[in-house]
């Protein structure tokens, strides 16, 4: 007999390929459970008008659209009646589309990936590009989703932790300390985070001249967006240092009245996102050469993601996330690539953002094995 509660619901949707987001705000403790009975596809401009919906972007709006559920179905509490539970087993399956292998570049394969973005730094084409790789990690299998995301939710409190699942994008998980976007009560906000050492508690002292550079990047680009709208009075807090998880980063945050972009908020977040942190600077020509270098698709990557109300907007950008795939899960993992790059610390700096979700893993399949012991 099925039990009545959230994570149950969500185990039968990953089950099923039914539609579903699955997340929890910065400090707020609460898990929302979302279902759909659809996937809209939509361009930037147009989501902000559809009405209450969860927003799925590429890396890329260029190259796919944004993916929209509909909330047709919102599950905040552990308990469930027996009539979502009858009305959501109606829902069709959605099966995930088929997709191309991932390319799983060695220190190898990225050190000549270095090297090639390298040579575009040095002969001025782009003054940053973030180069990123898939890790694949045996072990995690789709029927324990429901469990590594309950994990994941309670081990990062201060993340935006998600799950979410469509045909389009297969089944993805993630912690992201960054937010790209929120507006509330006609107050905005966005972020610059950029720059990456581990979390040693010394870590205030020993910022170097690469990673103040690769913040202050992000920070002349997210100045120059908002300027563009008119946005010349924000409040600028920082930077300062933020920890999430194991690893620091520079956090500049701009508040600021959405009276200039009320009325333009999709063509807002297409000039705000990728921003530096996620793609380089010049945007387009870091895109490009980011196309050129990496052999795999970043699809949802370093895209954005979250709710869009009436009012109340969210959207967080795709990082420090992975996805299910036949045997384990594929890691998404990048850093910002400067002048003052080094191509070791920069691949340590990939390992070190792998161990977000790794660490959580470990826990995950380690309780399931206990439990197979006590049986």
């Not at 829902?91 to 088929?98: L, N, Q, T």
């Not at 998600?162 to 960054?178: H, K, N, R, V």
């Not at 945050?253 to 807002?268: E, N, V």
């Not at 660490?359 to 995950?364: A, C, G, H, K, N």
Request: hydrophobic share 40%.
């Amino acid at each position: 007999m099925e039990k009545n509660d959230q994570s149950e619901l969500l185990q039968y949707c990953i089950a099923h390929d039914i539609p579903f987001a699955m997340y929890n705000l910065p400090h707020s403790g609460k898990d929302i459970l979302i279902i759909s009975k659809s996937v809209l596809e939509r361009d930037v401009e147009d989501i902000f008008s559809i009405g209450d919906i969860f927003t799925i972007a590429p890396f890329s709006l260029d190259q796919s659209k944004v993916l929209c559920l509909d909330v047709d179905y919102q599950i905040d509490s552990s308990e469930v009646s027996e009539k979502v539970w009858a009305e959501i087993k109606k829902i069709s399956a959605f099966p995930e589309e088929d997709h191309s292998g991932s390319f799983y570049a060695d220190y190898s394969d990225y050190t000549d990936q270095f090297a090639q973005l390298y040579a575009n730094i040095k002969s001025g084409v782009v003054s940053k590009a973030i180069l990123s790789r898939i890790k694949h990690h045996d072990g995690l299998e789709r029927n324990l989703a429901s469990d590594f995301y309950f994990t994941l939710s309670q081990a990062y409190p201060g993340a935006y932790a998600f799950m979410f699942y469509t045909p389009q994008t297969g089944l993805w998980t993630g912690a992201s300390p960054e937010l790209l976007f929120k507006a509330e009560q006609g107050l905005g906000t966005t972020v610059s985070l950029a720059g990456t050492l581990k979390n040693n508690g010394q870590v205030k002292a020993n910022w170097g001249e690469k990673e103040m550079d690769e913040q202050q990047i992000v920070t002349d680009f997210v100045t120059g967006v908002l300027a563009k709208y008119g946005i010349e009075d924000a409040k600028v807090d920082g930077p300062e240092t933020i920890v999430a998880g194991k690893m620091a980063h520079l956090k500049t945050q701009y508040s600021f009245k959405i009276d200039h972009i009320a009325t333009r908020l999709g063509s807002f977040i297409n000039d705000l996102h990728p921003t530096p942190a996620v793609c380089g600077l010049p945007k387009l020509a870091s895109m490009k050469v980011i196309h050129q270098v990496e052999r795999h698709e970043r699809s949802v990557y370093a895209g954005f993601l979250g709710r869009i109300q009436p009012n109340d907007i969210k959207l967080f950008v795709n990082i420090r996330s992975m996805k299910f795939v036949k045997g384990g899960v594929d890691l998404y993992l990048g850093g910002g690539i400067t002048a003052g790059s080094e191509v070791e610390k920069e691949w340590q700096e990939t390992e070190l953002k792998a161990e977000t979700m790794m660490s959580v893993m470990d826990d995950v399949i380690d309780g399931k094995n206990h439990c197979r012991v006590l049986k």
